[in-house]
């Protein structure tokens, strides 16, 4: 999940959780705002560690510049 998408997750959340006011029988609308929020750290988490690791791969080797 990019952290594009994991920031959004935590925003939707947030407003889910604090902002909005609204009532639906059955649905409790701060655990599913929690659960966002949750969803959207684990997101973030994950894609730092991923780009702390891809860091020191190198795609395709490396460069060679050929001279006629």
Same mark, same amino acid.
């Given at each position: 999940? %990019?952290? @594009? +998408?994991? $920031?959004?997750? $935590?925003a939707v959340?947030?407003?889910?959780?604090y902002?909005?006011?609204?009532? #639906?029988? !059955? &649905?409790?609308? %701060? #655990? $599913? !705002? =929690?659960? =966002?929020?949750?969803?959207? $750290?684990? @997101? &973030? &988490? *994950?894609? *730092?560690i991923?780009?702390? +690791?891809?860091? @020191?791969?190198? &795609? @395709?080797? %490396?460069?060679e510049?050929?001279? *006629?």
């Amino acid at each position: 999940m %990019p952290i @594009g +998408t994991s $920031i959004f997750l $935590i925003a939707v959340g947030a407003i889910i959780r604090y902002a909005v006011t609204f009532h #639906v029988s !059955g &649905v409790s609308r %701060p #655990v $599913i !705002g =929690l659960i =966002l929020i949750i969803a959207g $750290i684990v @997101g &973030v &988490v *994950l894609s *730092l560690i991923y780009m702390a +690791t891809a860091r @020191g791969r190198v &795609v @395709g080797g %490396p460069y060679e510049e050929r001279r *006629l």
